[in-house]
């Protein structure tokens, strides 16, 4: 399995943008499906964005697509999520997922997890 680490959170103002960056280390990167979950208090957690392990293919939530972009760099084993227009509403706690040959991540199905970044927008 991979390990993943978070970084790049923080507070930001209605409108703003933030650039959330995962590393992993271990073996077979390109092998994994590579994704974003977020988790807001009293809620669920949910997936935010997916880049296949194959044919990067991207998949978004409904709630972030054209405001966020997720991408993906083999040759570094990152992932990175760039966040535009935030809104108060995405703010959450962050997680970076790893699934073996994934596709849209499901977290069922995740094998790794990062330890999570705090993202605070305010209004």
């Known amino acids: 399995q991979v390990q993943l680490v978070e970084s790049g959170g923080g507070l930001v103002q209605a409108g703003g943008s933030l650039r959330l960056s995962c590393a992993a280390s271990?073996?077979?990167?390109?092998?994994?499906?590579m994704g974003w979950f977020r988790q807001a208090v009293g809620k669920e957690r949910e997936h935010v964005a997916s880049?296949?392990?194959?044919?990067?293919?991207?998949y978004y939530a409904d709630s972030v697509k054209g405001r966020f972009t997720i991408s993906r760099d083999n040759a570094k084993n990152t992932v990175a999520l760039q966040m535009n227009s935030l809104k108060p509403e995405d703010t959450a706690v962050y997680y970076c997922?790893?699934?073996?040959?994934?596709?849209?991540?499901?977290?069922?199905?995740?094998?790794?997890w990062g330890q999570g970044t705090q993202v605070t927008v305010s209004s």
């Open positions: 997922a790893a699934q073996f040959y994934g596709l849209e991540l499901r977290s069922s199905q995740v094998n790794s």
């Open positions: 880049v296949s392990w194959i044919g990067d293919n991207k």
């Open positions: 271990g073996r077979s990167f390109k092998n994994y499906g």
